[in-house]
């Protein structure tokens, strides 16, 4: 005979406490790039303010999760990525371009620290499914009000990128955010039309880059087996294929009614074609192979903190520069840490650690076509799951053994079991 334990220790409490409150604020400060509307709105309140009020916060309401935080192997990794650069920065003669360089990891790391000690909390699961849903709304949002008015941070008029500048970063973090707000592998109807909108903020992106990650997600979740005996593969395929109907009908108003320009369709005809002739694609190749060519030069030990951006390389390609500024130790680091999530996905199994497996090939992915991925804060969050061993559903429970929770030190989202013989 066996018994198992409840599958999450999260508080079922349907009020939300202050401290609840505070986190799903901070998550969604930094998944939905909120800072840049707070710098544009209120610039008195900037990254460093932020970071300090909950700094102070969580000391005077959680002071052991400071402590907590400070066991975990991997956030001493990630603080040597950011001393290491200062450290770099104070023997550096590239002035504001390491000083840039350096600040972009100091932030990275406030990101990562910050949501860490937040989903320490017992309700750090259900914090981190709120912040991902509500983030990845204000995401999809913006960007389909960027694509018709076009909003003050875009780098890219005619391509939406909501508040993320970047169109190919803002498609970036919205396929980060998906699987965190809808597991693939308990998807509903709601969480289908989720999937379809996510769908269609990637798509006025005009990321070609991201519209291939997009298919590629939007395949898992019609295609991946349903956990819970909810939507079967064809009912999923059913209800995404009425799902785009309504979706494309209701685009095609928005475009008559708005008179929305579609300048940079042609993307998505290129895709479509296979054709890289045009002077988007062949100036990013022509940067890259030269990025290539200086990287050789320094392979072994980089040309310090910032040359990237000192000496304008532009790679397109987080890897290269990666290299650029601190050569191949810093890649390997840089790979291994990135990887993380494909590391438990082979430890626990694709379907027990699918969520986890699909944001380390997002940032893998990625990192091929922007030199930028690294160093936008809501790319963090992944690291994050990694680092606390999130989103790893519990095993199936074997005849002969129980399972029983492994406890807050563990995993603070009661995601883990651990099995006991009788």
Excluded at 359 to 379: E, K, P, Q, R
């Amino acid at each position: 005979m066996t018994s198992e334990s409840p599958n999450l220790t999260v508080n079922q409490e349907k009020k939300w406490s202050l401290h609840y409150i505070v986190g799903v604020f901070w998550m969604t400060y930094w998944m939905a790039n909120l800072y840049l509307g707070f710098s544009f709105i209120l610039p008195f309140l900037t990254y460093y303010v932020m970071t300090g009020i909950l700094l102070v916060w969580v000391a005077l309401t959680r002071p052991q999760s400071l402590i907590q935080i400070a066991t975990k192997p991997l956030i001493w990794i990630w603080t040597l990525t950011a001393i290491i650069p200062a450290l770099m920065y104070l023997d550096s003669s590239y002035g504001s371009f390491a000083y840039g360089a350096f600040t972009n990891r100091v932030v990275y790391l406030s990101a990562i620290g910050g949501m860490s000690l937040i989903l320490l909390d017992k309700d750090g699961e259900k914090v981190l499914k709120t912040a991902a849903t509500i983030s990845l709304l204000i995401t999809i949002g913006l960007n389909l009000i960027d694509i018709v008015f076009t909003l003050p941070f875009s780098r890219a008029p005619g391509r939406a990128a909501g508040l993320w500048m970047d169109p190919n970063i803002s498609a970036a973090v919205l396929c980060a955010t998906l699987p965190i707000a809808i597991n693939p592998l308990r998807s509903t109807k709601q969480g289908l039309l989720l999937v379809g909108l996510t769908y269609l903020a990637i798509l006025v992106t005009f990321s070609r880059s991201g519209i291939l990650f997009g298919t590629f997600l939007t395949l898992v979740y019609l295609f991946a087996p349903n956990q819970t005996g909810g939507l079967s593969a064809s009912s999923r395929i059913s209800v995404a294929a009425i799902t785009g109907i309504l979706l494309t009908v209701g685009s095609i108003l928005i475009i008559s009614i708005f008179g929305v320009d579609l300048q940079s369709l042609w993307r998505i005809e290129s895709l479509l074609a296979l054709d890289a002739s045009d002077s988007s694609s062949q100036g990013r190749l022509t940067r890259l192979l030269w990025s290539l060519e200086r990287v050789t030069e320094f392979f072994w030990t980089g040309r310090g903190l910032g040359a990237s951006a000192y000496y304008g390389t532009a790679s397109h390609n987080t890897f290269v520069t990666v290299v650029y500024d601190y050569g191949v130790g810093g890649l390997l680091l840089y790979l291994t840490l990135v990887s993380w999530g494909l590391f438990q996905m082979l430890r626990y199994g694709w379907r027990r650690a699918l969520v986890p497996g699909l944001l380390s090939l997002n940032i893998l992915y990625y990192g091929m076509f922007a030199h930028t991925v690294h160093t936008a804060s809501g790319m963090a969050i992944p690291m994050v799951i990694f680092m606390l061993k999130m989103l790893i559903d519990p095993a199936e429970p074997r005849r002969g053994l129980t399972t029983e929770a492994s406890g807050f030190e563990a995993n603070p989202a009661g995601l883990l079991q651990t099995e006991r013989a009788l």
